[in-house]
């Protein structure tokens, strides 16, 4: 069955609550297949315990449960914690919702093309902006007629509060994987590329994109004629940089030594995105022949006047971004867009636990042992049970975007974390799923089509030595695959 034939199947079965009713054999056989599948899934769980404590659920969408183990003890879920975040992102902002990045005018654009005031260039937590958008919206100003502005270009990414780092509210000090600031207004995922040449021994070096947001230093590159390799006792050339904030040019500082003649590559997280954002998108307005007289910097947009331009990115491409490929950057900015919802004086971390812990209990989710601390997973202070997870899972099947949120999450052999898993015939495109994996910590959790195309929802997390966890984890999923009540699965 084609994978999106599967996906159908599996969304309309799930929104219907199990409406649909599968033909079962005989009471007899379906109780031996079972307890062959039951009898499976403990060797396989048992395998895997002597290293690790595992929690495992396997349920129908209706909330039976075929196998339970450890179900209500809770683990750390690494990146299945994202699951949690794009669910409530669908019920509260949407499945039709987009991610706005906006240019606003504090004043009415001139019939003569002239806009006397400033120009704001308004973030709306999209971590997927692009040097592309902004040249669209460059030229966007342009067809709109825009040619002079008096005032001054200026970067607003105050939906976010000033919490721009993980660490800031993941309650953890395990940096796992540097992540740069999130904020409400990013592109080009708050890094910047370096290329760095050496041309007859002169260096000279450019950022991508080119932006009077940035100014690389070279002072502290040092070039050396060619080192035939077999006397070289290491590699020689080596790059490193930092970045440097002063008023609203980036610095990027360069240390190193290159050998030889050649190019060079590095990223450097940028310390102030808005600024660069600003920075950019004037260079890119001038190109399209708009000047800006008043340069580029900070500022909130109190007084909008007109709309000018916008780019919009639909949610449900943002979701498949992070659950697909489990995309922590862009996962921490929708946990962060998510706590802007909220209200009251906390922080919006803090807001955000709170509306999905108000979610949960509205759909009738049990989160007892949930501690989510921040929204990638990279945490290790998170806590999930399996229960919980299959919990989750089976709630938002029943919703009316449950096939959306299906659709987000990776297919076996097909995409995504899942793309070299599950390969085998009786598993491609049967498996849909969110991955999960941190140094002590591993997990696999979503919906499997069973032997009779039946949709069943499954939670594995494993904490400790997880060297072995994806191999079980495959073999389990594969083993729910195969198998059938009128007794066919494989051994």
Request: net charge positive; with cysteine.
């Given at each position: ?176 994987q540097p992540l740069p600031p ?5 592109f080009e995922r708050n890094q ?300």
């Open positions: 069955m084609g994978c999106f034939s599967c996906s159908r199947l599996v969304g309309v079965f799930l929104a219907a609550g199990g409406a649909l009713v599968w033909a079962r054999c005989g009471a007899e056989d379906s109780a031996v297949a079972l307890a062959q599948l039951q009898a499976r899934l403990r060797v396989l769980v048992q395998a895997l315990e002597r290293q690790a404590q595992v929690g495992v659920v396997v349920s129908d969408a209706r909330g039976t449960r075929y196998f339970e183990h450890n179900a209500e003890v809770g683990l750390v879920p690494a990146s299945t914690t994202k699951l949690f975040w794009t669910a409530a992102a669908l019920a509260l902002l949407g499945d039709t919702a987009f991610l706005r990045t906006r240019i606003f005018a504090d004043a009415p654009l001139g019939a003569d093309g002239v806009l006397r005031g400033n120009l704001y260039v308004v973030g709306g937590g999209d971590a997927l902006l692009t040097v592309q958008d902004l040249e669209s919206l460059a030229e966007q100003l342009w067809r709109r007629g825009l040619r002079r502005v008096t005032g001054a270009l200026l970067a607003d990414g105050s939906l976010f509060d000033g919490q721009r780092w993980r660490l800031q509210y993941s309650g953890d000090h395990d940096v796992v999130i904020t409400a207004l990013s910047v590329r370096v290329l760095v040449t050496v041309v007859r021994g002169r260096v000279t070096a450019q950022t991508v994109p080119l932006s009077p947001a940035f100014r690389v230093e070279l002072s502290g590159v040092r070039v050396q004629g060619f080192v035939p390799r077999k006397q070289r006792r290491k590699p020689a050339s080596w790059l490193r940089a930092r970045c440097v904030l002063r008023g609203h040019v980036h610095h990027i500082v360069l240390q190193g030594r290159l050998i030889g003649e050649g190019s060079w590559s590095l990223l450097v997280p940028v310390e102030r995105p808005e600024v660069a954002v600003a920075g950019t998108l004037l260079q890119r307005l001038q190109a399209v022949g708009v000047s800006v007289e008043g340069g580029f910097g900070e500022g909130i947009c109190r007084r909008p006047v007109t709309l000018l331009a916008e780019v919009a990115r639909p949610l449900v491409e943002v979701l498949a971004v992070i659950n697909k490929e489990s995309d922590n950057f862009v996962a921490e900015h929708l946990f962060k867009l998510l706590g802007t919802l909220g209200a009251g004086g906390r922080g919006q971390a803090e807001q955000a636990r709170q509306l999905l812990g108000a979610l949960l209990a509205r759909w009738g989710v049990p989160c007892r042992m949930c501690q989510l601390w921040d929204g990638s997973g990279l945490s290790r202070r998170n806590r999930v049970s399996a229960a919980e997870l299959v919990g989750l899972l089976s709630a938002v099947g029943r919703l009316p975007f449950g096939g959306l949120f299906q659709r987000s999450l990776a297919v076996s052999g097909v995409d995504g974390t899942l793309k070299h898993r599950l390969k085998a015939e009786e598993t491609i495109e049967r498996v849909w799923a969110k991955t999960g994996t941190l140094r002590n910590a591993s997990a696999l959790a979503g919906y499997v089509l069973m032997g009779e195309n039946e949709p069943w929802v499954f939670a594995i997390l494993s904490f400790g030595n997880v060297r072995r966890a994806k191999a079980v984890e495959d073999s389990i999923a594969a083993t729910l695959a195969r198998f059938s009540f009128c007794g066919r699965s494989s051994p």
